[in-house]
């Protein structure tokens, strides 16, 4: 069936659904973007309740570990490179803007290989990368490791804050009816997750992708599969999305990294749900080449991200939102992040929080 042809009749399943109430929740912070942006919130009946849920990797980054990387680059005097998201994320007495107004050393890079060419250009300097994210950019770091070993850079390492999201998909069981799985994601991963959170516990999702006829067809996809009644997992991204993922990926992380439990922002601490450097590769790993002390963020009590992050809240239920927390000025990660469903509310939903 042509494209056209498919989301057409998707959006005709969804307009005219009328059935119980069905809570979605798109897990993925890319998919609240685009969703909003393509204008799909606006064809859902009022019976289809979208939820933004906990996949943007900056937005469920604790403010533990953004107090870490302060410490790094102001006590340690490390040189910090990181995605530019994480810059303006606050920690419990700030960001890393923060102490690089103070004059940390804090560097946007593209890519961990990257940061792996800084330390090679400034032997002088010990340079930490900020290694946070989900299963797509995981490998990225332990490429950069793996290659810093291999040449011998002995002033590289990470600060791990990689996850993994099987576990949190328990984690959020009854907060949605069902999930909009990640397609990103799931090119590493494959189906068998999901097939495990269905046949173990059940758990339905439909994979989706991110142009509005993609989005639309998952939609629909839900709709139907719920209507019958039975746990579900499907891929309606087939043409990036194998059964099988990518299982050249799995093995290089596997063979650097092993499963530890990890903080996630709002869901609390999940087993098994991080990824650590393995001992052999100890002298990567920023908290222990470091003495890095067990720390512990205090949130600012205004900030409702936790919330948002589980589903419970919208972020027009905030009472900073759009006010003293906008993407100029934020309290919460939510809305520093480009993935994060406060800033797609501030920047896509005035017509829904303003209502």
């Known amino acids: 069936m042509p494209i056209n042809e498919s989301a057409t009749k998707a959006r005709d399943i969804i307009t005219s659904y009328n059935g119980s ?13 685009e969703i909003f942006k393509l204008g799909i919130r606006r064809l859902l009946p009022d019976s289809i309740e979208l939820i933004s849920g906990p996949g943007c990797p900056v937005c469920v980054t604790p403010i533990s570990y953004i107090d870490e990387a302060v410490m790094l680059a102001l006590d340690k005097h490390v040189t910090i490179t990181t995605f530019g998201d994480l810059i303006r994320v606050p920690g419990t007495e700030m960001s890393l803007a923060g102490a690089r107004s103070k004059g940390a050393k804090v560097n946007v890079v593209y890519s961990p290989l990257d940061s792996l060419e800084y330390a090679k250009k400034h032997p002088d300097e010990q340079v930490v990368f900020l290694a946070v ?7 990225g ?7 810093a070993q291999r040449t011998g850079v002995q002033n590289f390492s990470i600060l791990t804050a990689n996850k993994t999201m099987f576990n949190a998909y328990l984690v959020l069981k009854g907060s949605a009816d069902a999930f909009l799985y990640p397609g990103h994601v799931s090119t590493m991963t494959g189906m068998a997750d999901y097939y495990r959170l269905r046949d ?3 758990i339905s999702g439909v994979v989706a992708g991110f142009t509005g006829s993609e989005v639309l067809v998952a939609l629909a996809a839900i709709i139907k599969k719920v209507e019958e009644g039975e746990p579900f997992a499907l891929n309606c991204y087939p043409a990036v999305v194998t059964e099988e993922g990518s299982p050249t990926a799995r093995k290089l992380v596997d063979s650097l990294m092993e499963p530890c439990d990890s903080e996630w922002r709002g869901l609390g601490v999940i087993k098994n749900s991080g990824l650590k450097l393995r001992s052999e590769y100890s002298e990567y790993d920023a908290r222990i080449k470091f003495d890095l002390p067990e ?10 991200c936790g919330e948002v992050l589980l589903g ?7 009472k900073v939102f759009g006010k003293g927390c906008t993407p100029e000025h934020p309290i919460g990660a939510c809305m520093v992040s480009g993935e994060g469903a406060c800033s797609a509310f501030y920047k896509y939903g ?6």
């Open 21 to 33: 109430k069905l809570r979605i929740m798109e897990v993925c912070g890319t998919h609240t973007h």
């Open 133 to 139: 994210g989900f299963e797509t950019t995981t490998p």
């Open 295 to 304: 720390l512990e963020g205090t949130p600012n009590p205004a900030c409702r």
């Open 312 to 318: 419970k809240f919208k972020p027009y239920d905030c």
């Open 200 to 202: 173990e516990y059940g």
């Open 141 to 147: 770091s332990v490429i950069s490791v793996r290659e």
């Open 350 to 355: 005035g017509d829904i929080w303003n209502r």
